[in-house]
């Protein structure tokens, strides 16, 4: 069998082979290192597909003499097809695949050719293949199945690469079906190289959330925007590191020399570990306040990288927890600028700070000098004070409120300008009740304050309701607000918290648990028992990652309306009291990225899109002689973009992607809608409280309370 792909390259797979293809052949941000194996059996009667990365394939069909293509398959990750081949070999029209998301990046069509083993491909001929007595149905495995062994990547791609020639003389383009044409023919990428021509791209452009790579979990789910190397993004790879702002809560100074020791060679830099390092700790004035903001700000000579984050500075943290982390590179501005909204928001935050003149100037001299115009984000955060006036709105969850109040719901979301009935047009679920219940709120953390239930859904639960309302409804007076728990109507607020049964079998045991450090008197409030959702994990691969990384988002099905990624724990240190006297209390900093549809289809249409700090040999970046991407849309025509989770199925992408919306998957590490407590009789769920000893022992062996540090450790190598 031939396997051809868009450039003109083919690879032949002999009877009883497996080949495996991944991003070594494909150049696309939803492909993972090893994405799909193909086996063909050894009658040739049937070619299986099995799916070992994150995002599915589509498998289509054209008939001799017709120019549409079907759909005869759908293969999600972690399942297998058997695909019949019977219609190949009587020369019955094309047959392809692609990955979902990346069609016009990964499709691939296949053709049936002499498949003596061991043959290669440039003896491939034109025809044929085995007879079989009939076609049976597909039959789709959903168990996972065992992985044969499989051609590596990199050899695949080298193969590719080397057998255009061969492709087209074996006419290969009669295997993309009657009149179509392959693409014109373009190399293929090699294995390792990113967009930019650079040695390792240090992050998944295609996706504004990111997840850091956990130790101990399959190597799928640490693949793409599933599993970013602090490493690799905390380096010199964009040339010489001229200025780094570290900023965080915990810092474990030798262990972040250790894993990140590009910091080492900054030319400035507020951190430790060399003697050009500064050290500053921000003014609180409010007792009980700390800064707990976590980022990266790291300035090279060709743009400046922004990393907001969710982890302490630590091993366990950033090794072993479930973390979030938006990144988003900036170039410099051609030339002066006014700021973009973004840039004062930025700029606002790092004064407030009260960092030393000198560093001071450094850090926002920087930031006036990049071009922050077409930001991916919207930034949240929190300074402490007694905030009044305009002032109250930008900060802590007022702040958010302003942003979600510009923010339209997307088709089929309650209070949106095209309502619930407009959803299954718009390639969600249909209308009506049991549509409505899987719409809700989220609210996910990883440490919890005291506040009353009041604060939870009149406060903080407003903010998390707000929306851009019509004008009809907004004169109505009065903000949306979350009906409650779940079950309690129909906007219903969870908080994801994880179990004590969660940590327990967590890849640290016990000790994870002191990273959750929610006390009894918090957890236990008598109100809050309706509100928890188990942690889960299982989306990402993460069961065993405790969670660390902060989420706040608003669902319906598998499709988001926005969502935000923090250091924003559940309390109000964190985001915030209003008072009696219409101040805002803050007490801690604190810092994060919302997320919305809106932002993200301005970046992929703007000339910013894919623009990444990289060292070319004259130190510059992109502008000094990479080739930029070109942007997927033209700046005057924004897609509509669809934000989802990697649980979406693929009949509702395509669904989407048919109603002129471009899918952008977020890895959300958690089940939407949530698993509540109790959803399962035969398992007692019990909220984790940092402070309840534990019986029995973990899955490491130790019991409760065995004493641990979370400092002097060193990155293993």
Same mark, same amino acid.
């Given at each position: 069998m031939e396997v051809c792909f868009p450039g003109g390259g083919v690879l032949l797979l002999a009877r009883g082979a497996t080949l495996t293809l991944g991003r070594g052949v494909w150049r696309s941000a939803f492909v993972s290192r090893e994405h799909v194996r193909l086996h063909l059996d050894p009658q040739a009667a049937t070619l299986g597909l099995m799916v070992v990365g994150r995002n599915g394939l589509v498998v289509e069909r054209q008939m001799t003499g017709v120019s549409s293509w079907d759909v005869v398959a759908e293969v999600d990750p972690g399942a297998s097809e058997e695909l019949p081949l019977q219609h190949m070999a009587e020369g019955g029209g094309g047959t392809r695949f692609w990955v979902q998301g990346a069609q016009d990046d990964t499709v691939v069509a296949l053709r049936l050719a002499d498949c003596r083993a061991g043959q290669g491909a440039e003896e491939a001929g034109a025809g044929g293949g085995e007879d079989a007595q009939q076609e049976p149905a597909p039959k789709r495995r959903r168990q996972q199945a065992q992985h044969p062994a499989a051609v590596p990547v990199a050899a695949a791609a080298a193969a590719a690469a080397a057998a255009p020639e061969a492709a087209r003389a074996a006419g290969a383009q009669g295997a993309w079906g009657e009149g179509l044409q392959p693409p014109a023919a373009a190399p293929l990428p090699n294995s390792g190289t990113g967009p930019l021509g650079s040695a390792v791209v240090p992050y998944d452009v295609s996706s504004p959330l990111?997840?850091?790579?956990?130790?101990?979990?399959?190597?799928?789910?640490?693949?793409?925007?599933?599993g970013v190397q602090l490493r690799s993004l905390i380096s010199c790879q964009g040339g010489p590191l001229k200025l780094a702002l570290v900023s965080n809560y915990m810092v474990d100074m030798g262990w972040l020399m250790s894993c990140c020791p590009d910091l080492a060679s900054a030319q400035q830099a507020a951190a430790a570990g060399a003697a050009h390092l500064h050290l500053h700790r921000p003014p609180l004035p409010i007792p009980f306040g700390t800064h707990h903001s976590k980022a990266f700000l790291l300035v090279y000579p060709s743009g400046l990288r922004l990393v907001i984050h969710t982890s302490n500075a630590i091993f366990a943290d950033c090794n072993q927890k479930t973390q979030g982390l938006w990144v988003q590179d900036f170039p410099r501005k051609p030339q002066p600028a006014p700021p973009s909204p973004f840039e004062r928001e930025l700029a606002a935050y790092l004064a407030a700070l009260g960092l030393p003149a000198a560093l001071a100037r450094a850090v926002l001299g920087a930031v006036a000098e990049h071009d922050f115009t077409y930001a991916r984000g919207a930034l949240v955060a929190s300074v402490p004070g007694y905030h009044s006036d305009h002032n109250v709105h930008a900060n802590g969850h007022m702040r958010l409120r302003r942003l979600l109040a510009q923010v339209p719901l997307p088709p089929g979301f309650r209070g949106s300008d095209q309502g619930v009935g407009a959803a299954a047009a718009a390639g969600g679920h249909g209308g009506g009740d049991a549509a409505a219940a899987m719409e809700g709120l989220v609210a996910q953390c990883s440490s919890m304050g005291s506040f009353d239930q009041a604060w939870l859904r009149d406060e903080l639960g407003a903010s998390l309701a707000a929306h851009r309302r019509a004008p009809q409804h907004a004169l109505l007076g009065g903000l @949306?607000?979350?009906?409650?728990?779940? %079950? #309690?109507?129909?906007?219903?607020? /969870?908080?994801?918290? @994880?179990?004590?049964?969660?940590?327990? %079998? #967590?890849?640290?045991?016990?000790? /994870?648990?002191?990273?959750v450090p929610g006390p009894a008197s918090n957890v236990g409030k008598p109100f809050m028992p309706p509100y928890y959702a188990r942690w889960g994990g299982e989306a990402v691969g993460r069961r065993r990652a405790m969670p660390h990384i902060k989420s706040y988002t608003r669902y319906r099905g598998q499709q988001l309306a926005w969502?935000?990624?923090?250091?924003?724990?559940?309390?109000?240190?964190?985001w915030g009291g209003l008072l009696k006297n219409g101040k805002l209390m803050v007490r801690s900093y604190e810092l994060g990225v919302l997320l919305t549809p809106a932002l993200e289809a301005a970046y992929r249409a703007s000339p910013q899109w894919g623009f990444m700090c990289c060292a070319d040999e004259s130190g510059g970046g992109i502008s000094s002689g990479q080739a930029r991407p070109s942007p997927p849309h033209s700046p005057q025509q924004h897609p509509r973009v669809a934000f989802v989770t990697l649980a979406c199925g693929a009949q509702e992408k395509l669904a989407l992607e048919a109603a002129g919306a471009v899918v952008c998957v977020l890895p959300v590490p958690y089940e939407l809608p949530p698993v509540m407590y109790g959803s399962d009789e035969s398992v007692e769920d019990v909220p984790w409280t940092v402070d309840t000893p534990q019986a029995g022992r973990d899955a490491l062996g130790l019991d409760w309370g065995v004493r641990k540090s979370h400092y002097g450790h060193r990155e293993p190598e």
């Open positions: 990111h997840l850091l790579a956990v130790r101990g979990i399959e190597e799928r789910y640490n693949e793409g925007c599933l @949306p607000r979350p009906s409650g728990p779940p %079950g #309690s109507g129909p906007l219903p607020l /969870a908080v994801v918290w @994880p179990t004590v049964e969660e940590v327990r %079998g #967590s890849l640290e045991g016990w000790f /994870a648990g002191r990273s969502l935000l990624v923090a250091s924003h724990n559940l309390s109000k240190a964190a």
